[in-house]
């Protein structure tokens, strides 16, 4: 196990080869959240930032998270090739469409329906490790259901879906979205 204070080439370019990653946050009181990602959602900004594109999904427990205690952690694995663990520790804000910060921000990204909020990631520690129990795992593709229903929803029931489900955790915490 090794800790570095900035991302280096190395875990640059192990970040940009997975096909999912699992990002972790805790309110100060509430359940501890834990959550695969996918698609082209992560970029890596600069040695201490990456940016997470989330998209509309059943719950938004990281926005609460973050608005609460903002601390988060991404973990990224190795299902093939050399076994790897890698986890971001850092600080997070969430930036939402109508921030003015957005435009810039979501042009990092390819365009995907359902785009919800992007979270801007200070990284105060990396962190590896061998990962040598962690099974092997063939990637077939990623699952396009997601796209499908946001592009039959459209903008604005998405952004009614928002309100109605998306506005609060299951702890009872605003999530930032009115």
């Not at 080869?17 to 698609?39: W, Y």
């Not at 991404?74 to 921030?99: Q, S, T, W």
């Not at 990623?142 to 609060?168: C, F, M, P």
């Amino acid at each position: 196990m090794a800790f570095y204070s900035e991302i280096k080439n190395r875990e640059q370019q192990f970040i940009q080869s997975q096909k999912m990653f699992f990002v972790a946050t805790a309110p100060k009181k509430g359940r501890i959240n834990l959550s695969p990602k996918g698609m082209d959602t992560f970029r890596v900004v600069g040695k201490n930032r990456v940016m997470w594109l989330n998209l509309t999904g059943s719950g938004n427990e990281t926005a609460a998270h973050l608005l609460d205690d903002n601390r988060i952690t991404i973990m990224f694995c190795a299902f093939e090739g050399k076994p790897n663990i890698l986890r971001l520790y850092g600080k997070a804000v969430a930036i939402h469409p109508k921030d003015n910060e957005w435009n810039n921000s979501i042009s990092l990204f390819p365009e995907i329906p359902g785009a919800r909020q992007i979270f801007d990631i200070q990284i105060e520690n990396v962190q590896t490790s061998c990962g040598m129990s962690i099974p092997f795992y063939e990637y077939q593709s990623q699952r396009n259901q997601l796209n499908e229903w946001a592009i039959d929803r459209g903008q604005e029931k998405i952004e009614q879906y928002w309100k109605e489900r998306n506005s609060t955790s299951i702890d009872g915490i605003s999530t930032g979205i009115k």
